[in-house]
């Protein structure tokens, strides 16, 4: 980060240091989100009576193994005593040498203990508790923990299948489902497996499901859409939309258009082509049949929907809601899904035997188990005590990577916090990343945290804003671009995120910032020749 430009949310970066408040920091690329942690780890160790108190939390070995080098750095600088030329190398400096004089005054010798940094990837934690509570995990010694897991799904996925030969309860669910995908044994597998694969998302909710409560969530989730489907017709539109949707609906046998689900759903038919799109011409098919005397409507329409054209996340909103599955099931489709419910279980207990004969579990096994250790039936465990006793800050980054059950350990973890106890959560991530979608993400997790905090902790959310990074031209760029591709509004329930504009602090440059060179139809041979051509040309 340079001094010369002025840093446009330099008061927020002081503001997030407070040691005592907890906060949720939205940081796009290239915002110094590394510098901030560091600061803040700094910061709060100048506090603490005990270094393991601040637990740090990363997604992966290298960004705990940077951090940590970036912490003793900035002891050696501090220990050196050369002052650094930039604003923001100062402070780190300043803060690193309160917490040396700490250091010193309670004797930690971190430089020559570094392992006395709490600073590591958030399943490297689970395991750490999952062995300090072998009985209540159900895992006794530690397993192999691997990245991939797909042959092990499929393995206990095709042993599920293979039950259907046992007089085991599940056979009748299998018999069922072979049934209504035709026998076709190798889909059934694939769709075990890939359920398997995402577990955390739904294991928590099969079991005793009824059918009138699922349907009660999917008449939920159906008055979720039409809710904002509502929100976002343009207010100068609604009387001329009621008009036109009255004149179509009339023609088409619908009788008058109402305010509900079902006439909505026929109006989106009339709004857009089976590709979802806008439509650009009518036809008797929505409602509009030829001749002179439906001229004047069609052409009221067409006005219509070329001022709608513009807004796109009511069109996006319009085409879920012509797909929207009916309010209830038919006895067909619960036969279906009444067998998959009780099967889940089932395949869930052939992946443990996968698991336990080969040793080796994923990184999902490690967060459940890891909260089987934190909580039982009758509440927190000695392990849950003992850490809440212990951990009095808690830095979480790249939150927006955060899966479900790593959100509940969090959840968990703080669970016993009071306000201004001293004790905090500084999570830390860009819900604009969630695109990569890490492992089982749920960037809906950060959304909900701002909104609502996480377990006992309110936090208070800050948006980082400046780009050090990238020249201007380029920050402009990305701007422009991705306020057009990403949704208009956040949705916590869908996780949409709305694009968040970066400020530049370095210049833009002469030459054009950013070229696109587009290739489509899986043409991979001419894009490597593109990108060999332009190296050449860089060189």
Known sequence: MADAAPIPDLRSREEALAPSRSFIVQAPAGSGKTELL??????????????????AITFTRKAAAEMRERVLAAFAQAIAGKAPASGHERRTHGLARAAIERDGARGWRITDSPARLRIQTIDSLCAALTR??????????????IEDAGALYAEAARATVDLIESKDPAA????RLLAHLDNNVGRIEELLADM????????????????????????????????RVCSLIPAQARAELQALADYAFGNLGHGVFTDSIESWAVCAGVLLTDRDRWRRKLTRDEGFPPGPPAQPWKNRALALLEMLAAHEELRASLADMRKLPTERYSDGQWEVLGAILRLLPHAVGQLKLVFQSRGQVDFTEVSQASLRALTTEEGPTDLALAL???IRHLLIDEFQDTSISQYELVARLTAGWEPDDGRTVFAVGDPMQSIYRFREAEVGLFLRARALGIGGVDLQPIRLTANFRS?????????????????????VATGAVPHTASVATRPALDDAAVSVHPFFNGDKVGEAARVVEIVMQAR
């Open 388 to 390: 809440d006793y212990r």
């Open 172 to 175: 009748d669910y299998v018999e």
């Open 471 to 491: 020249q201007a031209g380029i920050v402009e760029w990305v701007n422009a671009t991705f306020a057009q591709v990403m949704p208009g509004r956040e949705d």
């Open 38 to 55: 560091i600061q803040r780890y700094l910061g709060l160790l100048a506090s603490v009576n005990e270094p393991e108190e601040i637990v």
């Open 196 to 227: 398997l694969q995402r577990r955390d998302h739904w294991l928590r909710h099969v079991h005793g499901r009824e059918r009138a409560e699922l349907e009660t969530a999917l008449q939920k989730a159906r008055h979720a859409v039409f809710e």
């Open 132 to 145: 300090q509570m072998p009985m209540l995990s159900k895992f006794g010694s530690q397993p192999e923990s």
